[in-house]
T-cell receptor, first 114, second 118 residues
């Protein structure tokens, strides 16, 4: 079983649509959670951190359910510029340290069309 | 701007010919990572440095080595590249900010080096 699993999509949605991505992780010791965005042939860029209480950044809302080991990302009012691959990422602390290693999901491809 | 810089952006190497990819950072982060990302796959951690301490992932082939001569620079050496090593190689940094601070820190990635093996 992969440490971080995502539905690879692709998701094809019209502008203005609401789209939701889901992710599950297997390591219950994971400490931090993120959504990254990756454009074609570019490096991943941090979209937002995910907190237990849920958090929102403009049109983006992230949720975390530690009991179910489940993370979600909701994008409202999709824009053409939202087209990208969205990577679910978990951080697990390296043993005996206070920093972590990131483990990436395969990514979910989103295409927003006019 | 402070950033993570990878050189070159594109690298073509011959099968079996050693190649070195470089990464530099101006963030003064003490942790540096190398990831390999093949087409349509997730980035996969190869190894990381915490200061001068090297940490290899268990499934990283011996063909991959790394050097970190100082805080700012880190190199990825592929001793004998095979066709299966063609990928995007991503360098990333983070800081060890203590238990509470680590919670929200993601990584800062370089733009990557796309390696082609011919």
């Amino acid at each position: 079983r992969k440490e971080v699993e995502q539905d690879p999509g692709p998701f094809n949605v019209p502008e203005g649509a609401t789209v939701a991505f889901n992710c599950t992780y297997s390591n219950s010791a994971s400490q931090s959670f993120f959504w990254y965005r990756q454009d074609c042939r570019k490096e991943p860029k941090l979209l937002m951190s995910v907190y237990s209480s849920g958090n929102e950044d403009g049109r983006f809302t992230a949720q975390l359910n530690r009991a179910s080991q489940y993370i979600s990302l909701l994008i409202r009012d999709s824009k053409l510029s939202d087209s990208a691959t969205y990577l679910c990422v978990v951080k697990t602390l390296a043993g005996g340290t206070s920093y972590g290693k990131l483990t990436f999901g395969q990514g979910t491809i989103l295409t927003v069309h006019p | 701007d402070a950033m993570v810089i990878q050189n070159p952006r594109y690298q073509v190497t011959q099968f079996g010919k050693p190649v070195t990819l470089s990464c530099s950072q101006t963030l003064n982060h003490n942790v540096m990572y190398w990831y390999q990302q093949k087409s349509s796959q997730a980035p996969k951690l190869l190894f990381h440095y915490y200061d001068k301490d090297f940490n290899n992932e268990a499934d990283t082939p011996d063909n991959f080595q790394s050097r970190r001569p100082n805080t700012s620079f880190c190199f990825l050496d592929i001793r004998s590249p095979g066709l299966g090593d063609a990928a995007m190689y991503l360098c990333a940094t983070s800081r060890d900010g203590g238990w509470s601070a680590t919670w929200v820190y993601g990584y800062t990635f370089g733009s990557g080096t796309r390696l082609t093996v011919v």
